[in-house]
């Protein structure tokens, strides 16, 4: 009974394909964000969806698409993947606003485009 | 905008020696601040985090104070193991999102 789960944990792929990234939270939270992780571990806000609702879009190629059809799924598909798309992907969730709470990673989708 | 720097690592330690990872940030208003721990391979696990200044953020023998005189949030521990060698991450919000540290990796030698 994970808390938040995400499929698949790892993804290997060849450039110009598209792939979806799948996210689950069963502790019914109402805000969930994806971040990515470089090489280096450095990590960036992706989006942040509340209640179904797109709140947060930081730049990110429109090559990514966040879908999330109810509160407790938010997928992320990449469309013409490209080598630098190579990196691991968090989904988090968090109750109300980050500032109180915190958030609750995933395991991660470690996604190598070769 | 807000940020958060933390020390370089990697940090090396020999088991029962003291931990000092530093934290200062940078951030309009009063964010919440967190240290989060990453272990090979998983994904990131709150540590601890205190939402007003002064406060003391405390979990399996780490902590950390909330110095807003100083912006800092330096996460501290007397005595390591083996067992906490990963990467740790300070953080903050004020608000909507969580914006974190680079990160520290830290090596703990038996």
């Known amino acids: 009974d994970t808390a938040v789960s995400q499929t698949p944990k790892y993804l290997v792929t060849q450039m110009g394909n598209d792939k979806s990234i799948k996210c689950e939270q069963n502790l019914g939270h109402d805000t969930m964000y994806w971040y990515k992780q470089d090489s280096k571990k450095f990590l960036k806000i992706m989006f942040s969806?509340?209640?179904?609702?797109?709140?947060i879009n930081e730049t990110v190629p429109n090559r990514f698409s966040p879908k999330s059809p109810d509160k407790a799924h938010l997928n992320l598909h990449i469309n013409s993947l490209e080598l630098g798309d190579s990196a691991v992907y968090f989904c988090?969730?968090?109750?109300?606003?980050?500032?109180?709470?915190?958030?609750?990673f995933g395991s991660g989708t470690r996604l190598t485009v070769v | 905008g807000d940020s958060v720097t933390q020390m370089e690592g990697p940090v090396t330690l020999s088991e029962e020696a003291f931990l000092t990872i530093n934290c200062t940030y940078t951030?309009?208003?009063?964010?919440?601040l967190f240290w989060y721990v990453q272990y090979p391979g998983e994904g990131l696990q709150l540590l601890l985090k205190a939402t007003k200044a002064d406060d003391k953020g405390s979990n399996k023998g780490f902590e950390a104070t909330y110095r807003k005189e100083t912006t800092s949030f330096h996460l501290e521990k007397g005595s390591v193991q083996v067992s906490d060698s990963a990467v740790y991450f300070c953080a903050l919000s004020g608000g909507d999102k969580i914006i974190f540290g680079k990160g520290t990796r830290l090596h703990i030698l038996p």
């Open positions: 951030a309009t208003g009063y964010p919440s």
């Open positions: 969806y509340n209640n179904k609702e797109l709140i």
């Open positions: 988090a969730s968090s109750q109300g606003s980050a500032r109180g709470s915190g958030y609750t």
